[in-house]
């Protein structure tokens, strides 16, 4: 793992913004949240919007509304980690998600949205990526759930009390701009701030430099011995 302490100003700075062709992330680190996981929204979001404007042209085609926050939570997930400086692979750090995506919008999201950090990332991260569907919650007799729609960008998300439920909807297109604009704001500390950037160097360069070792794990190492034995037979092997 990298040690900030030892590096100039310089070499933060190329580790941090500069394209390393060398690196398993041939990307700029920064980019890869910027425009990797950013661009893949965007993506996304073109075909949404063609989706939107073409409905009675287009079968078969999903709005975005479950896949779209799927991919801003891990967004959302890795930039909050770089910004705290923890993840899964420094040894001996503790790695407390809510707690890094927490601060991370209450320093940079809109105040609406600071208002619950906590229960858009749990609805969303929580609830979409492992059960598929938005986690919804009980308070004082009251359910509060999740609604993702795709509208116009332009369009507002707001909440509503139906039948005794507080409903957070969400249209997908803003939580993408804003989402977008709060790492936006990051990189922009992040090039004049010399904590931030060594927080950055330490999350990032332990999830780089992570492997598992795979010796002891029976069934893992069979497939690995599978695809030597086949890399025998030929200088490539075709998965599909």
Known sequence: MKNPATMTPTEKDSYIFAKDQ????????????????LGDIRTFWDGIEN??????????RGG???SVPVIISTALEFASALYAGENKYRDGTPYNATK???????HFFP????KFPLLLWDGIRNGIVHTFSPKAFEY???????????????VKSYVVEVNN????????FELYQITKKAIEKYRAELKTNEELKDRFILAWSSVEEHSQ????????????????????????????
Not at 111 to 114: G, I, R
Not at 165 to 172: A, E, G, R, W
Request: proline share 1%.
């Open 22 to 37: 060398s690196q398993v992330f041939p990307s700029a680190r920064f980019a890869w949240i910027s425009d990797c996981l």
């Open 165 to 172: 439920t507080i409903l957070i909807k969400v249209n997908v």
């Open 140 to 154: 004082q007799g009251r359910y509060v759930r999740f609604q993702f729609y795709v509208e116009d960008r332009n």
């Open 64 to 66: 975005g509304n479950l």
């Open 51 to 60: 989706y939107l404007y073409n409905k009675s042209k287009l079968q078969d």
């Open 111 to 114: 105040d609406n949205y600071k």
């Open 213 to 240: 070792n795979i010796d002891s794990d029976n069934d893992k190492s069979k497939e690995a011995k599978t695809l030597l034995a086949e890399l025998k037979k030929a200088n490539n092997y075709l998965v599909l």
């Open 100 to 106: 890094n995506v927490q601060e991370f919008i209450n």
